[in-house]
């Protein structure tokens, strides 16, 4: 990301705060947060652990099918750490490079990594979207632009059907690589499009109970993550339901994969006072909420940030000691 881009966001979420600041008093907001009841809070983040876990499982049903040999351990080690370099990183998007870049290099094999991202992305962003229209439909909504969530969420889970089925059509990947075989592209560019389209390929020979298997992964893991969330919500007493909380939480992380601000703040701020807003959340709150989500997403970083800088001083140590015990040989 150039400089320019990174400035950019970074004023984008200065000035989205600022202005959230300045229409609703920060000592407001502060004062919200020093009202957090621990317990509640403490089993939010406890619920990190069978996140992190669920994630790892999620990930290994499709770098099994790229053929990349990595173990339950290992992809809880990346995960981690793209959560780690994506706290800095602006939006969802940007931590999948991180996480392209680690895959590529834990397997050595760049094609495989890029699809494993692609279809890990796809298939999250769906299962974010299903959950939303679960909690969404039984939810008496405020009256107003609330109601039309519902048809919008339903016509966003019917395109993602669509997709996941186009996914699936054996004779799909053909016919992509034909029609963008016709595109004035540089050949090395069309080696890496035709590498990354036969990678694609391989997740149509996954079976029946493999989807069934990832498609479970993925509601558990959004299942948790929501009852994390709520547990947030109890902890600063907020009048919210469990259901409200399920569609709350997928409008959040659709607008989360948008590239548009750093880390999301500003954006996730701003969207929580308009969302709560009709429930009759205070706007002090909804920011204090806001923030305590933020809270538990540097505590995941933080276990990524730790395991990096161990792999960062392990790597000098063990040359070190490989070229002692070579002189030494010698």
């Known amino acids: 990301m150039n400089r320019s881009k990174l400035a950019g966001k ?30 509640p809070f403490a089993g939010a983040a406890l619920t990190l652990f069978p996140i992190t876990l669920l994630g790892g499982c999620q990930a290994l049903y499709m770098t099994r099918a790229q053929g990349i040999p ?25 931590g999948g490079a991180v ?53 919008a969420s339903l016509f966003l889970l019917v395109l993602f059907l669509i997709g996941y089925g186009l996914l699936l ?42 989807h069934a298997g990832l ?22 007493d907020l009048d919210i339901s469990l259901i409200q909380v399920g569609w709350v939480r997928s409008v959040m992380a659709l607008i989360a994969t948008l590239p548009l601000s750093f880390s999301g703040l500003g954006v996730r701020e701003g969207t929580l006072v308009v969302l709560l807003s009709g429930y009759g959340v205070p706007p002090a709150q909804a920011l204090a909420f806001s923030f305590l989500i933020f809270l538990r997403g540097i505590l995941l970083a933080s276990a990524g940030g730790l395991l990096e800088l161990h792999q960062f001083l392990r790597k000098p140590l063990a040359n070190g000691v490989h070229r002692y015990f070579t002189n030494e040989q010698q």
């Not at 909690?135 to 405020?142: E, H, R, V, W």
């Not at 890496?192 to 990678?199: E, N, P, T």
């Open 99 to 151: 996480k392209w870049y680690k895959l590529a290099r834990a397997g050595s094999k760049p094609a495989q990594a890029a699809a494993v991202v692609l279809f890990n992305r796809y298939m999250e962003t769906f299962a974010v979207v299903l959950v939303g229209v679960l909690f969404l439909l039984p939810d008496p909504l405020p009256t107003g632009g609330f109601r039309s969530l519902k048809t």
């Open 70 to 94: 990595l173990s339950l351990r290992d992809m809880v080690r990346i995960n981690l750490a793209t959560a780690f370099y994506a706290l800095f990183l602006p939006g969802v998007l940007a």
């Open 215 to 236: 498609h479970g992964v993925l509601l558990l893991r959004n299942g948790v993550g929501i009852l994390s969330t709520y547990l947030l919500a109890r902890s600063l």
């Open 169 to 210: 059509l054996p004779r799909l990947p053909e016919k992509a690589e034909r029609w963008i075989a016709r595109l004035p592209l540089p050949q090395p560019v069309q080696e890496k499009r035709r590498k990354l389209l036969d990678a694609m390929q391989r997740f149509q020979d996954l079976r029946f109970r493999d």
């Open 10 to 39: 970074l004023l984008l979420s200065g000035g989205l705060l600022a202005y959230l600041f300045w229409k609703f008093p920060a000592a407001d907001t502060f004062a919200a947060m020093r009202e957090t009841r621990l317990l």
